[in-house]
């Protein structure tokens, strides 16, 4: 079964800095691969999705992910953060098939300091 | 906005009761799933609907159970409440049933079962 991993459950940059956070999966066949964030007590939000069209993906709120095949990795980035960034981030995997199901990791909470 | 509305948004229950949550899916999809959410976790698949029918399930037991009616709004219900079913119930849809299709969520229904 697949599974996905994020590394750090905490993490705190200062406002303009760069945001990394790290998500690796395990898969023997390339996967559909999202991010998804979501503010306090609200529903997930798709930040973007890799489907091999591009190694490199671009999402919203200025957010982007580079698929490393070699390295089983879709890492989220963003140059400079911002106090509204604040929010928890879920990185998640399609299975391959007939159902659109998806398996989420833990999440990273992400907290921007002025 | 994802298009994707659910009810209530907050509820209250009492261990052994049961409960039904509703979901107007994104117009346009046919494909209705729910997810659990416990307290600090990532979301979890309880099960996929595609045109009425449920064709995929995750490791819930038989009283969590659904519907899909035909204009694929949904309802999930569970039965014999148990204290581990509090939580952040969320439903998704999409354009069609496989994987890679993306996902839209709608903001939850909190329940909580004392």
């Known amino acids: 079964a697949q599974s996905v991993t994020q590394l750090g459950s905490h993490v705190s940059v200062s406002e303009g800095a760069l945001v990394l956070l790290r998500c690796n999966y395990s898969s023997s066949v390339p996967p559909y691969l999202f991010w998804y964030v979501q503010y306090p007590n609200q529903g997930l939000q798709l930040l973007l999705k890799?489907?091999?069209?591009?190694?490199l993906v671009k999402g919203i709120n200025g957010f982007e992910a580079e698929f490393k095949k070699s390295e089983t990795s879709f890492h989220l980035t963003k140059p400079s953060a911002h106090m509204s960034d604040a929010a928890e981030y879920f990185c998640a995997v399609s299975e391959s098939g007939a159902t659109n199901k998806l398996i989420f990791g833990t999440g990273t909470l992400l907290a921007v300091q002025p | 906005e994802t298009g994707v509305t659910q009810s209530p948004t907050h509820l209250i229950k009492t261990r052994g009761q049961q409960v039904t949550l509703r979901c107007s899916s994104q117009s346009g999809h046919n494909t209705v799933s729910w997810y659990q959410q416990a307290l600090g976790q990532g979301p979890q698949f309880i099960f996929q609907?595609?045109?009425?029918?449920?064709?995929g399930r995750g490791n819930f037991p038989p009283r969590f159970s659904g519907l899909q009616f035909p204009n694929y709004s949904s309802e999930l219900n569970v039965n014999a409440l148990e204290l581990d079913d509090s939580a952040l119930y969320l439903c998704a849809s999409s354009w069609d049933q496989g994987s890679g299709n993306t996902i839209y969520f709608g903001e939850g229904s909190w329940l909580t079962v004392v």
């Open positions: 890799y489907t091999s069209a591009a190694t």
């Open positions: 609907y595609y045109r009425e029918e449920e064709n």
